[in-house]
């Protein structure tokens, strides 16, 4: 028995599976991007000085913006550094850690929004759980911007969201 394909339905199909691949691998690369940023905070490279901190560096906005749920007003790129920076100091064994990352890539709209699961350890001798938000917008020049950031801590007594 002889099959027939419509062309024109194996083409759209075919340019689906690219834009999922295409949506995939940017999603890859904002999660890769937060969880260096991570890294560097572990690393207390305040200054952005080391590899790593340049490359974070490289991918924040001019316009970024960032809020707390234990801090007042928005923050600039230099004030969120100054926060971990001053937590860091009241708890020099503080550590965060991803466990989970769930990304939506609008392609069209050029727009990205990263939500990570995240422990907070070595402040105390509580874990918390927190929930962070990295929104994320693509230039004209197709480079992806680092634009806001949402971090809001879960309570100690009932072990955060995680």
Known sequence: MLHRTDPGARAMSQAASEVDAKRSAIAR??????????????????EWKTAKGQEVESYISTTFKAVFDNVPGQLSWQGLTD???????QAPGIQYNIHSAQTHVDIVAGEAVVHFEITISGAGNVTLGGLSEAQWKRRCDGKWMWIHYMGIRGIGHNGGFV
């Open 29 to 46: 690369e904002l999660e890769r991007r937060f969880q260096l940023a991570i890294e560097v905070l572990n690393e207390h490279d305040w």
């Open 83 to 89: 926060v971990f920076r001053q937590w860091q100091e």
